[in-house]
T-cell receptor, first 113, second 111 residues
Framework: SQTIHQWPATLVQPVGSPLSLECTVE??????LYWYRQAAGRGLQLLFY??????ISSEVPQNLSASRPQDRQFILSSKKLLLSDSGFYLC????????????FGPGTRLLVL | GQQLNQSPQSMFIQEGEDVSMNCTSS?????WLWYKQDPGEGPVLLIA?????ELTSNGRLTAQFGITRKDSFLNISASIPSDVGIYFC???????????FGAGTRLTVKP
């Protein structure tokens, strides 16, 4: 069966510090991968998605970047965090790109102070 | 940004009661999905709907894909304390990068 992991689970970082969140998927090959941000009390906003190694599409302009160095690894990064980057970050995967449901990881709660 | 209107925003009900929530959109979707999120965890898929008019059940949960393809509802029958959480609807056009989420319905069940 497929599983998705995210770490760290919780992170507290000062403003201006760098960020690296990691997501890995097991049990499947060539998954589509997604990064979402969930602000407190709100729905999910798609940040990035990837259909393959090195292929990243950005949905919204922002202070963050994403990379996919390996087939089942997706990384969310920032060079300098802003207060507004605080939130709950969710990684998700799907088998295909068309009409395929997405399965979410446990999330990383980021607090920027 | 969000293109779905999900209601109600929150519900406080007594254990055993039935629950109904819905999502509407100005856009047509090809797929409707319902997720549940427990505190501090990622959303878990409950029901996926692929055809207009489709009515699908998953235990005590029932969801329907509206005929107009612009709305969907989720019903929970005979609620129990573990139903507590945030329920999200999601509409998908054709690709997963076109998926849009509602703001969520926060459900509280009193024993």
């Amino acid at each position: 069966s497929q599983t998705i992991h995210q770490w760290p689970a919780t992170l507290v970082q000062p403003v201006g510090s760098p960020l690296s969140l990691e997501c890995t998927v097991e049990g499947t090959s060539n998954p589509n991968l997604y990064w979402y941000r969930q602000a407190a009390g709100r729905g999910l906003q798609l940040l990035f998605y990837s259909v393959g190694i090195g292929q990243i599409s950005s949905e919204v302009p922002q202070n963050l970047s994403a990379s996919r160095p390996q087939d089942r690894q997706f990384i969310l990064s920032s060079k300098k965090l802003l207060l507004s980057d605080s939130g709950f970050y969710l990684c998700a995967w799907s088998v295909g790109q068309t009409r395929e449901t997405q399965y979410f990881g446990p999330g990383t709660r980021l607090l920027v102070l | 940004g969000q293109q779905l209107n999900q209601s109600p925003q929150s519900m406080f009900i007594q254990e055993g009661e039935d629950v109904s929530m819905n999502c509407t959109s100005s856009s047509i979707f090809n797929t409707w999905l319902w997720y549940k999120q427990d505190p501090g965890e990622g959303p878990v898929l409950l029901i996926a709907l692929y055809k207009a008019g489709e009515l699908t059940s998953n235990g005590r949960l029932t969801a329907q894909f509206g005929i107009t393809r612009k709305d969907s509802f989720l019903n929970i029958s005979a609620s129990i304390p573990s139903d507590v959480g945030i329920y999200f609807c999601a509409g998908q056009f054709n690709n997963n990068n076109d998926m849009r989420f509602g703001a969520g319905t926060r459900l509280t069940v009193k024993p």
